[in-house]
């Protein structure tokens, strides 16, 4: 994908508000501080959507960059906020709804159960207090950036 390519899929996926409509190319008229602008100058140079594959400077940006990981922190992250603060969601609906977020499917049965072992992991007290809350919003926020920096979402979305 192109870097614009990349920041759509991004945004749609986390639900960051970007005020720039999607279509919107290039960074003439573009605040120069705003997180777009810093996603985009990042990947100059770097987006070549022949060749299936990235740069090591790509992956790590989104590995490691404030972006990605802002939004899909537990505590900040819309989509992860808005997942798991569901009631009426079950952990594997949950995990349905990222993957459906995420990559536009649905998780295949070998991932969702990886997926439910990992909001499982470390979950002594089942009860709804408010730490157990903010543990699955964290675990929640961490499949979200796992998919995110997938080959298949970096492929194919």
Request: net charge negative.
């Amino acid at each position: 994908m192109t870097a614009e390519q990349l920041w759509s899929s991004l945004v749609t996926a986390t639900g960051h508000h970007d005020p720039l409509p999607l279509t919107h190319r290039g960074l003439a008229g573009m605040d120069m501080n705003s997180q777009r602008v810093r996603f985009l100058t990042s990947f100059l140079g770097e987006s070549r959507p022949e060749l299936p594959q990235i740069s090591i400077l790509h992956s790590l940006k989104l590995l490691h960059g404030d972006f990605l990981n802002k939004y899909t922190d537990g505590d900040q992250g819309p989509m992860v906020v808005a997942v798991s603060s569901i009631p009426f969601l079950d952990q594997r609906q949950k995990v349905e709804t990222l993957y459906l977020a995420a990559l536009a499917r649905n998780p295949t049965t070998e991932e969702s159960s990886i997926a439910l072992e990992h909001l499982q992991s470390n979950s002594n007290n089942p009860s709804e207090s408010k730490e157990s809350e903010i543990a699955m919003a964290e675990k929640l926020g961490d499949l979200l950036w796992a998919s995110r920096n997938s080959p298949e979402f970096m492929l194919n979305h």
